[in-house]
């Protein structure tokens, strides 16, 4: 059974950082891309960013450009998502989800919670 | 990159139908044929249930399809059942291998 855990979020000030983290397991990690994607409360969803099964390629939604990175371990079976320079408006439910042939996101985490409050 | 657009909200009768439809432009839907479709219930993950445009994932009962013309997705729900009311969310590729979503649809069975 696939299963995607989502851990790293919480309270945080305005301008700091935090490593959100997505643990897989239950497939070939390292034949997946990996999307996160996020979901400010009470809005819809955003995409984030995405990285090829082998760290080829990384792509950033406008909203991630310059201040999020995203990164894996293939032998963890774990995609990391790296927040910078953190605003109120980046307050949102991170998920992470896998990737199929580029074409749509096939497992869902449960997401975690991040807030950015003073 | 914007969001492609979608109703706010949509209703019906249970064993009615409803259709949801996802408006882009030739930088993502009308380019492609990589649309999918997620259903999300409050406070849970969102949930494929159509992939490729009109494709069913395992398990996702026939009572959803998909479809496209140009720059419009739509997904049809038919047979309305009060476990349908939830959130849809369209979803496309884009030109910049980046991707976009819909806005959502918060769909209501009356």
């Known amino acids: 059974q696939v299963q995607l855990v989502e851990s790293g979020g919480g309270m945080v000030q305005p301008g700091k950082s935090l490593r959100l983290s997505c643990a897989v397991s239950?497939?070939?990690?390292?034949?997946?891309?990996m999307h996160w994607v996020r979901q400010a409360p009470g809005k819809g969803l955003e995409w984030v960013s995405f990285?090829?099964?082998?760290?080829?390629?990384?792509w950033y939604g406008d909203s991630a450009k310059g201040r999020f990175t995203v990164s894996r371990d293939n032998s963890r079976n774990m995609v990391f998502l790296q927040l910078t320079s953190l605003r109120a408006e980046d307050s949102a439910v991170y998920y992470c989800?896998?990737?199929?042939?580029?074409?749509?996101?096939?497992?869902w985490g449960q997401g975690t919670l991040v807030t950015v409050s003073s | 990159q914007s969001a492609l657009t979608q109703p706010a909200s949509v209703s019906g009768s249970p064993g009615q139908s409803i259709a949801i439809s996802c408006t882009g432009t030739?930088?993502?839907?009308?380019?492609?044929?990589?649309v999918s479709w997620y259903q999300q219930h409050p406070g849970k993950a969102p949930k494929l249930i159509i992939y490729?445009?009109?494709n069913r994932p395992s398990g996702v009962s026939d009572r959803f399809s998909g479809s496209k013309s140009g720059n419009t997705a739509s997904l049809t729900i038919s047979g309305l059942q009060a476990e349908d009311e939830a959130n849809y969310y369209c979803?496309?590729?884009?030109?910049?291998?980046?991707?976009?979503f819909g806005g959502g649809t918060r769909l209501t069975v009356l």
């Open positions: 239950g497939l070939k990690f390292r034949n997946y891309g």
């Open positions: 989800a896998t990737d199929r042939d580029d074409h749509y996101f096939d497992h």
């Open positions: 490729d445009v009109s």
């Open positions: 990285i090829r099964h082998d760290d080829s390629n990384r």
């Open positions: 030739g930088s993502d839907l009308g380019d492609y044929k990589y």
């Open positions: 979803l496309s590729y884009t030109t910049t291998n980046t991707r976009v």
